[in-house]
C-alpha cells in the first residue's frame, strides 16, 4: 500500500508565507500527478493545483500567482508554498498521488490525512 504524509500547515497572519510538504512511501513503482486539495468548514473539497510527472502545473485561479506546486521525484514528495495568505485560505489541505504500485497494473488516487492551514485577520 500507499501512505502520504503531510506536513507544515499551522497558523500564519494574513499576508505571511507557509510551505506545505506531502511525502509518498509504500511499494511504489511509479507516481503519475500530484495534486493539492483544499476543505474550508462547511464547504466542499476543492481543487487546487496539481503537477505531473514531468513538471507541468496547474492552478485554481483564486491562488495563481500566490501559491507555487513543485515536486522532488527523487524523494516522492510534492511542495505547496504559500504566499500573500488570505483568510479564505483557511482550510484543512490535502495532498492527493495517482500511484502506480508494485505489481499492478494500473494507477489509483491516494489522499493524505489533511494538515490544517489557518489564516488570521
Known amino acids: 500500500q500507499v501512505q502520504l504524509v503531510e506536513s507544515g500547515g499551522g497558523l500564519v497572519q494574513a499576508g505571511g508565507s507557509l510551505r506545505l510538504s506531502c511525502a509518498a512511501s509504500?511499494?511504489?513503482?511509479?507516481?503519475?500527478?500530484m495534486g493539492w486539495y483544499r476543505q474550508a468548514p462547511g464547504k466542499q473539497r476543492e481543487f487546487v493545483a496539481t503537477?505531473?510527472?514531468?513538471?507541468?502545473?496547474a492552478y485554481t485561479d483564486s491562488v495563481k500567482g500566490r501559491f507555487t506546486i513543485s515536486r522532488n521525484n527523487a524523494k516522492n514528495t510534492v511542495y505547496l508554498q504559500m504566499s500573500s495568505l488570505k483568510p479564505e485560505d483557511t482550510a484543512v489541505y490535502y495532498c492527493?498521488?495517482?500511484?502506480?504500485?508494485?505489481?499492478?497494473?494500473?494507477?489509483?488516487?491516494?489522499w493524505g490525512q489533511g494538515t490544517q492551514v489557518t489564516v488570521s485577520s
Open positions: 492527493t498521488a495517482k500511484v502506480r504500485t508494485m505489481g499492478a497494473y494500473f494507477a489509483r488516487d491516494y
Open positions: 509504500g511499494s511504489i513503482f511509479r507516481i503519475n500527478d
Open positions: 503537477i505531473t510527472s514531468g513538471g507541468s502545473t
